[in-house]
């Protein structure tokens, strides 16, 4: 199981459109998903509607060890969530009051143990093996009040989200995850951030065992009509050769998906947004194919090249 967290200390930089849509993607792809809010505007958790869970929530999970597995809603098929709620400021003091930054690494650890193991897609669809996949080959499946209240059997992925400012419950999280995924703006302050952050997660991990992983850097939000959007995409590509992931463009899909508590994927799968997001979670579990329909950009490729070719002559 891949414990991944969406970090960023910035607000607004699409943490929760990430964790959202990949987590969707990664379940109608057939893995078995559970994604965490760890923030109490609660955004992710209104992929599903409050008036269907209730108790037991993350607060509950943190404060009164609640087992996360109860805590797990089946909100589609393969996507379990664990909620936030308003009260979860009490489960981030705490985290801050008990020093107990290893709380969600014990509760995960306490799940894993519940859970057996189930093939992956890998192992089972023959998606994976294809060159190129299309959208509606896939499905993203709705459940019923039943499966609704269904604890995994297995996982592949936890996702979680973080809020924007970074709190205690962001250090149990970030110490209960393997990877970290990192969406950012491309302005100015992005990349001031980006290197405070990697500072940031290197002290906290200083003392520790375990080391973490950066599993990318998406540029979100990506608009080439903005004068400075190529400068900044080359400066991305320059500094991270190797963790810059594909680009997600703007694209209102993307927004008005949050706004009827879908996914780009269930709200138009046609859309540059839903490809693109299919695409990078495909490629997050490993799958090295093409998403069809998705057109290589011209002006993000133009970016790449010169960010190869300044680093070639300097
Ligand atoms: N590629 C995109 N195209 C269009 N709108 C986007 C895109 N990515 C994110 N947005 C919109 O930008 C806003 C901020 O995104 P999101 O909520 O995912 O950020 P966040 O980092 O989770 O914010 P916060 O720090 O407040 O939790 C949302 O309204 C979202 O719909
Ligand atoms: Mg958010």
């Known amino acids: 199981m891949r414990v991944i967290t ?41 992929l599903t509607s409050p008036h269907r869970y209730g108790k037991p929530t993350l607060t ?110 962001t250090t149990a999280m970030l110490f209960a995850a393997q990877e970290v995924l990192i969406p950012v703006e491309l302005e100015e302050f992005a990349y001031q951030g980006l290197v405070q952050m990697f500072e940031d997660i290197t002290r906290k991990f200083r003392r520790r065992q375990q080391k973490m992983k950066i599993a990318g850097i998406i540029p979100m939000r990506v608009d080439h009509r903005g004068a400075l959007a190529a400068d900044y995409l080359i400066s991305l590509w320059k500094a991270f050769p190797e963790l810059t992931t594909r680009t997600i463009h703007t694209d209102k899909t993307i927004s008005n998906a949050q706004a009827y508590h879908r996914v780009s994927f269930e709200e138009d799968r046609n859309s540059r947004g839903a490809r693109e997001l299919f695409d990078l979670s495909l490629w997050l579990a490993g799958w090295q194919g093409h998403v069809m329909g998705l057109e290589t950009c011209k002006h993000c490729l133009a970016a790449r090249e010169q960010a190869l070719q300044t680093e070639e002559e300097e």
């Open 6 to 46: 969406i970090y960023n200390k910035k607000g607004g930089t699409g943490k929760t459109s990430i964790a959202t849509n990949v987590a969707a993607n990664l379940a109608a792809a057939g893995y078995r998903v559970g994604m965490l809010d760890g923030d109490e505007q609660a955004n992710t958790s209104t």
């Open 60 to 169: 509950h999970v943190i404060c009164d060890a609640v087992p996360l597995r109860e805590a797990m809603y089946q909100a589609r098929r393969n996507l379990w969530i664990v909620p936030a709620d308003m009260n979860l400021t009490r489960a981030v003091e705490y985290v801050h009051g008990q020093q107990d930054f290893e709380v969600l690494c014990d509760r995960i650890e306490e799940l894993q143990r519940t859970l057996g193991t189930a093939p992956t897609p890998e192992q089972t669809q023959p998606w994976w093996q294809a060159k190129e996949v299309r959208l509606r080959d896939f499905d993203l499946v709705p459940t019923s009040d039943e499966e609704f209240r269904t604890p995994p059997s297995s996982l592949d992925f936890i996702i979680m989200d973080n809020p924007p400012n970074p709190n205690a419950l």
